[in-house]
C-alpha cells in the first residue's frame, strides 16, 4: 500500500501509518471500532487443529489492539472439486470454536474454489478510545513481556519432516492454537504503554516495528526468551523456514549484538509464528506484577525479556 494515499477522518485512531495488528475507528467518545482480517495456509495436517490455530491467530490481532472481539467472519479457500468436503468441515469446526472460546459471534463469511487451502477470519471488536494500545506506544524504561514461546514455525518444518517427538508436537500445536484471551484480559488492569503480538515477522521483526514507531532502541534479554521443546535441536538440524530466513536477513541491520550470542538462537528469535504470543511493553516497575499474574492465570511461559533504552538510539534492537 505503499505511496497510496492515507485516509484524513479524524475518527480513524489507528490507520496504516504504524504497521499496527488492526485498525480502529472511533464511534463515540465511550467506543472504538477494531478491525482485523488474516487467513493463512496449513501449519498442520489436521484439518481441526488447523481451524483453531488459525482462528486463533485472527482473533490475536484484537487482543493485541487492548480490544474485545464481537463478531467474525470466514473466510475460506478450498479446492472443493480435489478435497473431501469433511476436511473444510473440520476446518470450520475447528474455527468455530476457538470463536465460541473467544466469547465472539459468527456472523457471516465468504468462500472461493482454490488449488491452494486457505483459512482464516476478519475479526470485529471493541476498545475505549482512551485506551488503544497502538505500536507507538513504548517509553524508556518499560519493560517487554512475552506471553508464548518461540519457534512454531521451525517445528512445523520439523514436523512435517517427522523430527519432533510426539509431545513436543502436541505442545507446538496447542500453543498456536492458545487464545490471547487470557493475557488480554490480565495486562489491561495494568498502565501499558504499547502491545502487538508477534506473527510472521518473528520477535524481532515485530520488536522492530515497536522500536520504530515508539522512536525508541530496545534491548533483548536472549537467553530469557520463552522457546517450545526441541526448537533448538530443530534448528541445529538446519531446519529454519524461509520466511524465518528472510526475517533474519531483514533484521540484521539494525541488530546490534552486544555479546557472542549463538546463531542459533538468533534464528529462534527471527523464526516466523503463527498465532504467537503478546508483546506487552509496560513500566518497569509493573513488569514482574503482571508477568506473576500471568503466570497464576493460565499463561504459564509469560516471560520478562527485555526492556526499551533511552531515545535517541532509535529504531534499533540490541541483542543482551
Ligand atoms: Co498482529
Ligand atoms: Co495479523
Ligand atoms: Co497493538
Redesign the pocket.
Known sequence: MEGLPLEEDPNLLVGRETSD??GVYRLSDEVALVQ?I?FITPVVNDPYDFGRIAAA??L??VYAMGGRPLTAMNIVCFPVKDLDKQILKEILRGGLEKIHEAGAALVGGHSVEDPEIKYGLSVTGVVHPDRVLTNAGARPGDALILTKPLGTGILATAIKAGLVSEKAQGLAVETMAALNRKAAEIMVSYPLSACT?V??FGLLGHTLEIATAGKVAITIYAERVPLLPEVLDSVRMGLLPAGSFANRNFCAGRIRQMRSIDPMLLDILADAQTSGGLLIFLPEESAWDLVGDLKAHGVPFAAVIGRVGAAGDTGMIEIA
Open positions: 495488528d488492526a482485523t488474516d491467530n485472527a490475536s490481532d503480538d506473527t510472521g
